[in-house]
């Protein structure tokens, strides 16, 4: 409570309707220039890597906020280090990034969860479990993204002493009635809801105390 600030962003459309990616990218930038780079942003494809970060490249290079980007400026590995030697930065990440890296102190500041990690419903795989259950969704896909959800989650606060940012672009976490689990399945922190411009200075006060 005294080190995470959860914030939800209110003024994006639901990912599956049109203007998500314009709306996402400028959240992207407003809060990753509050933070002044800092930031990681999770995402479930390396579709969305590339457009996203094509949208937001021009405004926070010439901010002085470098965008990396996996898959095409080096493995998650890398990016790490570089984030870690100059935190000015943004790293784009799918995959492996959810889950397994180690970035301690204020070279990770914020976390950005663009959209609700969902399994894609058309992966063979992903059909295959899910068929197993009676509710491929209740049994399998939601309990399967709230976990992931958690791992990514758990990439910002790595000590004691850390303190940070999540916030988290996709509105079905207010809109639909599964958007409660992904919060219970959190530890306690300090929430706050509202507009880009709202977050933005609430990321800025919390991430000066």
């Not at 933070?35 to 949208?55: F, K, P, W």
């Not at 419903?121 to 993204?145: I, Q």
Request: glycine share 8%.
């Amino acid at each position: 409570e005294k080190t995470t600030l959860l914030a939800s962003v209110t003024n994006i459309p639901d990912p599956r309707e049109s203007g998500y990616s314009t709306a996402a990218a400028h959240a992207i930038e407003e809060l990753v220039s509050a933070s002044r780079g800092r930031a990681l942003v999770l995402l479930t494809s390396h579709a969305a890597i590339r457009e996203l970060s094509s949208l937001v490249m021009p405004i926070l290079e010439k901010a002085g906020i470098t965008v990396l980007r996996q898959g095409i400026d080096g493995t998650p590995a890398r990016l790490v280090e570089y984030l870690k030697e100059h935190p000015q930065s943004v790293i784009f990440g799918t995959a492996s990034l959810w889950e397994g890296i180690d970035i301690r102190g204020d070279a990770l500041s914020l976390l950005i969860i663009a959209k609700l990690p969902f399994g894609d419903p058309t992966d063979p795989v992903h059909k295959a479990r899910g068929a197993l259950y009676g509710n491929s969704f209740l049994e399998y896909s939601l309990p399967s993204s709230i976990l992931r959800f958690r791992q990514g989650f758990g990439r910002l606060i790595r000590d004691r002493s850390d303190v940070g940012v999540v916030a988290i672009l996709d509105s079905r976490l207010r809109t639909k009635r599964y958007g409660p689990s992904f919060l219970k399945a959190l530890p306690v922190c300090t929430e706050r809801t509202g507009n880009v411009g709202y977050i933005a200075e609430e990321i800025k006060q919390w991430l000066s105390q």
